[in-house]
């Protein structure tokens, strides 16, 4: 029996903006294409010209939050930005950041407990002004 091949001969690159779903179709184009040199890199987080220089030739498709900085798009590349309503991205951010913001304004509130209300600092200084 002979194992399906899961190779893509192609180059892609996947800019994942945030709240858009690009850790999940990361997972999904992993799972299809397989991991490791050769397939599909990790989420990665750096300038776009810098991650084709570091991982264009060892991986098919570069995926991750690029930053252009006046980069144009290069053309060895099929480039994939998935978009999404701007309200559905604005209440997806809400939620995944209010857990993070609640634990910071607690771990602040206790501080300025323990400094017997004396040290302000972060988010719970400019709640407190």
Known sequence: ???????????????????????????????????????????????????????????????????????????RYNYIIILQEPLDRAISWFFYVLPDYEYKLREQAVHFDASQEEELEGEFLHLYQ
């Open 1 to 75: 029996m002979t194992k399906k091949s899961n190779i893509f001969s192609g180059r892609a690159i996947f800019d994942h903006l945030p709240k858009t779903a690009g850790q999940a179709i990361n997972r999904r184009l992993t799972k299809e294409l397989g991991s490791g040199s050769g397939s599909v890199t990790p989420n990665l987080i750096s300038r776009h010209q810098e991650l084709i220089r570091i991982f264009g030739g060892r991986y098919s498709v570069i995926s991750g939050h690029l930053n252009f900085q006046n980069d144009g798009l290069d053309p």
